[in-house]
Structures are given as C-alpha cells and as structure tokens.
T-cell receptor
Framework: EAGVAQSPRYKIIEKRQSVAFWCNPI?????LYWYQQILGQGPKLLIQ????????DSQLPKDRFSAERLKGVDSTLKIQPAKLEDSAVYLC????????????FGDGTRLSIL | KQEVTQIPAALSVPEGENLVLNCSFT??????LQWFRQDPGKGLTSLLL???SQREQTSGRLNASLDKSSGRSTLYIAASQPGDSATYLC??????????WGAGTKLIIKP
C-alpha cells in the first residue's frame, strides 16, 4: 500500500511570511494527525482529525496556525505569519481510527524560518 | 501530566554489542507503549507495541519490556549492526488515545 505522502519536503521562508503543507494519508485511514517536531525533541501533536472533523486541536497555536481536512482525505496545515520558533519538521500521520495502531508517518516537511 | 524521558540521549557502541535503551514515564495509567525508529530526514517507523496488560514484545533482534508499576520500558537490541544506527523514540498512549513522546536516543553503531 502507498504510504503517507507529504509535500514539500523542505521549505525556507522569512519570518512573518506564510507557508502551507500538504498531506495525503493512506487510503481508508479515517484519522489524521499533524505533529511538530523541533530538533532534539519528540513530536508534539498539533491537531487530530477524525474524517473531516477536528478531534483535538488543544496544542495548535490558533492565532497563527490553521488546518483543514476537506472531504475527509487530504489535509493542509498553514502558518501565517511564521515566527522563528516555528522552525521544525512537520509530520503527518494517519491511522484507521483513533487509538488504532500503528500510526503511519510521512517523511515530514522541514521548515526553516530566516 | 504525562512526561516521557529517554536516557541516554545518545549512545555509540561497536558493532556486535548487545545494548539497552531506556524509557521512563510518570503516569502509569497508560493504554500502550510503543518504540519507534527515526532515520535522518525520515518519518517514524513503529518497531514494537506493548499493550498495558503485556510485559514484553519481541521482533527479530529487538525485545521491548514494560513495567507499568515502575513507569519503565526498555528496548533491547541484540547483536547490533551499523544499519541499526538511528534515533529511537518511545511513546505512551493514554486513555485519550494520544501519544506522548520522549525526546529519543540517538544510536550510532560503529563498524
């Protein structure tokens, strides 16, 4: 089966600019996760979708981050405006359902803010 | 609030050695514990999953144990190979079905 696809792989922007990431989960996976992984740390959950509804976005900085999963398949994560501390790898993962393991991860998007 | 700690942060050993990676967590009310592998520039790959009712899981040269009462898990790698070089992360899942992650142990196996 095809894995979780993410694009772009790398992105370099200046602070205060905007950026968007795209994720295509494994076919049939109802649950989709966006994680932020800062260098030297474990991933931190930003938002979890079940189909096209938000299950948890308690750690999403909503003043600058937004995410959507239209039609319950692909998802986009946007940052506007970006800050220096947003430099990280953004990982997308999917699973058949909430709590269903394992979560399958994409290769991530590495974001650098100048 | 659940906290997950992994020690050591980095480990370098010669090829062929058996080694142990450690993971500790503060809240024993977990649903399961997982060990993941992360290669540079890549996502995470699940290695082993231990349900809260289990004591250990094995896959090939890997063995993971879980002691819920003491809040500890170990990942044992037998006969290490250069291809095992990667960062190993543990994550615990609580009753909300969300993963809380450790910062990982960066493992280097020297040929």
């Amino acid at each position: 089966e095809a894995g979780v696809a993410q694009s772009p792989r790398y992105k370099i922007i200046e602070k205060r600019q905007s950026v968007a990431f795209w994720c295509n989960p494994i076919s049939g996976h109802a649950t989709l996760y966006w994680y932020q992984q800062i260098l030297g740390q474990g991933p931190k959950l930003l938002i979890q979708f079940q189909n096209n509804g938000v299950v948890d976005d308690s750690q999403l900085p909503k003043d600058r981050f937004s995410a959507e999963r239209l039609k319950g398949v692909d998802s986009t994560l946007k940052i506007q405006p970006a800050k220096l501390e947003d430099s990280a790898v953004y990982l997308c993962a999917s699973s058949l359902g909430p709590g269903t393991q394992p979560q399958h991860f994409g290769d991530g998007t590495r974001l650098s803010i100048l | 609030k659940q906290e997950v700690t992994q020690i050591p942060a980095a480990l370098s050993v010669p090829e062929g050695e058996n080694l142990v990676l450690n993971c500790s967590f503060t809240d024993s009310a977990i649903y399961n514990l997982q060990w993941f592998r992360q290669d540079p520039g890549k996502g995470l790959t699940s290695l082993l999953l231990i349900q809260s009712s289990q004591r250990e899981q094995t896959s090939g040269r890997l063995n993971a144990s879980l002691d819920k009462s003491s809040g500890r898990s170990t990942l044992y790698i037998a006969a290490s190979q250069p291809g095992d070089s990667a960062t190993y992360l543990c994550a615990v899942m609580g009753s909300n079905y969300q993963l809380i992650w450790g910062a990982g142990t960066k493992l280097i196996i020297k040929p």
